[in-house]
T-cell receptor
């Protein structure tokens, strides 16, 4: 089975612009979660989608949004970029049935640099 | 996660056992404990997880304290390929709440 794929792998934007990142989960997985990784804050949960609905949300401003399509692929969008948004954005997929302890499978991430 | 603490770094010799500790003093009774590791330029990779009792798989063992306020990831024989950042994670509902991570160096 192919793993989780994320595109693009690297991105450079300027302050004030917006960006869209894409994630394709493992075939058959219905849950997609997004995380932000920075040297200062570590790995932080952004949001999780299941069956095209946002099921959980972390503590991030409204500039961060996402969506999920009927084929479980997901996109996240960051509007009005700030320098502090420079980070590695990771996507993870899981079966999503809601069973406790479910393993998440991570993609390689998209590295975003905001200038 | 401010409620999860891990040593910033640890060192091990190749082919020696490694014990990576994690304190999660405010974990709730239904939160699973996961361990993932991250190699440079890669996403986190699953290692092991458990709820109350000790767990073993081909990669590692997980020892969970009886009060669940701490856990230890055990790599039985460290190899150079085990050098990575190891994260202790509270599985809070559908969310993964990551600890700060321990950077493991393996010396030949």
């Amino acid at each position: 089975k192919a793993g989780v794929t994320q595109t693009p792998r690297y991105l450079i934007k300027t302050r004030g612009q917006q960006v869209t990142l894409s994630c394709s989960p493992i075939s058959g997985h219905r849950s997609v979660s997004w995380y932000q990784q920075t040297p200062g804050q570590g790995l932080q949960f952004l949001f999780e989608y299941f069956s095209e609905t946002q099921r959980n949300k972390g503590n991030f401003p409204g500039r961060f949004s996402g969506r999920q399509f009927s084929n479980s692929r997901s996109e996240m969008n960051v509007s009005t970029l700030e320098l502090g948004d420079s980070a590695l954005y990771l996507c993870a997929s899981s079966g999503g049935a809601g069973a406790k302890g479910e393993t998440q499978y991570f993609g390689p991430g998209t590295r975003l640099l905001v200038l | 996660d401010a409620k999860t603490t891990q040593p910033n770094s640890m060192e091990s010799n190749e082919e020696e056992p490694v014990h990576l500790p994690c304190n999660h003093s405010t974990i709730s009774g239904t939160d699973y404990i996961h361990w993932y590791r991250q190699l440079p330029s890669q996403g986190p990779e699953y290692v092991i997880h458990g709820l109350t009792s000790n767990v073993n798989n081909r990669m590692a063992s997980l020892a969970i304290a009886e009060d669940r306020k701490s856990s230890t990831l055990i790599l039985h024989r460290a190899t150079l390929r085990d050098a990575a950042v190891y994260y202790c994670i509270r599985n809070y509902g559908q969310n993964f709440v990551f600890g700060p991570g321990t950077r493991l160096s393996v010396l030949p």
